[in-house]
């Protein structure tokens, strides 16, 4: 008979199988300044966000701050690796952009910083705690407040939909994939042992990505046939959320 647990990690094995889909979201854009040989315009930002994201969730699923959820480690660890290999084509293709590489280089020194931080904070500060409560309510606020952010990067593109009455600038299947990988990842906190911390931001990263599907619902009718065809800059910054 298949326990609670059992179906946790099953749960999570699929919640895992969709983030790896969000990561890879943004290959067509990639694919393209590789051709190109050119960033155009595209913004490195989202995925250097992404990298901070990431190694705090790392840490948050390594069994020193939280038992039983290797899986959020596993799939954020690969997620840190596609990002590096994101933010290495920027580095290659930026050209002679003013400070593009010398900004990028500074974020990432900024974020190893901060995440040391964090992990000496939790190691140091709390190791007389008799529980793990405190590392996690710690490590978890600070995960949370980035994936919330992470969640709710598309909505900036609603007041535009709103005003134009059209979706061709609405990340659509971003936000669908964010909405089934928030689904997955909520339904995993809430079974066996309730991870509060996953629940709460992908709790709410589920209402915030059935708003924006309820937008595009909302205006895909009166949206103009034979737009532009150019990805917009939030549609191809889809970035893991866990």
Not at 3 to 19: F, H, K, L, W, Y
Not at 85 to 98: Q, S, W
Not at 114 to 126: Q, R
């Amino acid at each position: 008979m298949v326990d609670a647990q059992q179906v946790r990690t099953i749960v999570g094995v699929i919640g895992n199988v969709i983030s790896f889909g969000l990561f890879l979201s943004p290959v067509p854009m990639f694919w393209r300044i590789i051709k190109k040989e050119s960033v155009e315009e595209f913004q490195p930002y989202p995925y250097v966000f992404t990298v901070m994201n990431c190694m705090l969730w790392i840490f948050y699923g390594l069994p020193i701050v939280h038992k039983d959820s290797l899986l959020v480690t596993t799939i954020n660890g690969v997620g840190l690796g596609i990002e590096a290999i994101y933010i290495g084509i920027f580095l290659y293709y930026c050209g002679d952009k003013k400070n593009f590489r010398r900004n990028i280089g500074l974020y990432l020194v900024a974020e190893i910083i901060g995440v040391v931080a964090v992990v000496l904070i939790t190691l140091y500060a709390f190791k007389n705690y008799k529980t793990d409560f405190a590392k996690q309510t710690f490590v978890g606020v600070i995960c949370d407040v980035f994936n919330i952010a992470m969640y709710a990067s598309p909505c900036l593109v609603i007041k535009k939909v709103w005003t134009t009455k059209s979706v061709e600038y609405m990340p659509f299947w971003l936000s669908l994939i964010s909405f089934l990988n928030a689904i997955c990842w909520t339904a995993y906190s809430l079974l066996y042992k309730i991870d509060l911390y996953v629940l709460i931001s992908n709790g709410l990263g589920t209402f915030l990505c059935a708003i924006q599907l309820a937008v595009y619902a909302k205006f895909y009718k009166s949206t103009p046939k034979g737009g532009s065809g150019k990805p917009s800059e939030i549609e191809i910054s889809g970035t893991e959320k866990v």
